[in-house]
């Protein structure tokens, strides 16, 4: 008899272990919330955009708050190899030489590594991801989906707003005065450069950036964020500063 109880006593304690383990409703409790951007990238993507197709997540398909979101790109081949990470190191770069704060330059950096997570939810791919090369009006879907997704996190505005920026032609500060963050006119032009080189830093190639982005001076890009480019290239060419390896 003492038995019996014993293991009946058992059972009911492990059942107990499976209700708090499940919740109420049967369901496990897992491993705890997910990132507030993860969780809001899932359900912004579902939604897709105009002229563009929804987007169901994979397994570990959605970026973390501040993370690269190349992973997800270059799963669907939309970016090369570490895109994202260039275009945060030399975005930070001209922003310490334009004489932006410590924590403009931290925004900055999550908002470049993050300015192409609006790719997610394209129909069909943009050639290398090279966003210059797209319509503008694409350009802006993208940006505009980027800034919503990264607004699920709450906490991230500032991040948000400058990757919906990045599109904005300079001419648009100039002519009509809109307010524009330096953030976004930095990133706009650090994306065309990497666009455009592909990462590589042969002279031929920085050569041809740097024409094809004065071409648009003082229309697309901002002079002072171009001038300010140029020095840091000067810098990484004579040594001054060591080109930073992007983790592999």
């Known amino acids: 008899m003492v038995g019996r109880r014993a293991r009946r006593g058992r059972r009911g304690r492990a059942a107990d272990g499976r209700r708090r383990r499940h919740g109420s409703d049967g369901r496990p409790h897992g491993p705890g919330p997910r990132p507030a951007l993860a969780a809001g990238g899932a359900r912004a993507a579902g939604h897709g955009v105009r002229g563009r197709a929804p987007v169901r997540p994979q397994p570990g398909d959605q970026p973390g708050a501040h993370r690269d979101p190349g992973p997800p790109h270059r799963a669907r081949g939309l970016h090369p190899e570490h895109h994202a990470e260039r275009v945060a190191q030399l975005s930070v770069r001209i922003g310490r030489v334009m004489g932006l ?148």
């Open 101 to 248: 704060g410590e924590r403009q330059l931290r925004d900055l950096e999550y908002a470049a590594l993050l300015h192409d997570l609006g790719q997610i939810s394209l129909l069909d791919p943009i050639p290398d991801g090279a966003t210059v090369l797209a319509a503008p009006a694409d350009q802006r879907d993208i940006a505009a989906e980027g800034g919503r997704i990264i607004r699920r996190a709450e906490i991230l505005d500032d991040v948000a707003r400058y990757v919906e920026g990045q599109t904005t032609p300079y001419r648009m500060v100039r002519e009509l005065g809109e307010d524009v963050p330096m953030a976004s006119r930095i990133i706009k032009c650090t994306n065309a450069f990497d666009d455009i080189t592909g990462g590589s830093m042969d002279p031929v190639r920085v050569e041809a950036a740097m024409e094809r982005i004065h071409l648009g001076l003082g229309y697309e890009y901002d002079p002072e964020v171009v001038d300010a480019l140029a020095k840091v290239l000067e810098d990484v060419r004579v040594g001054r500063v060591e080109e930073q390896p992007v983790p592999g």
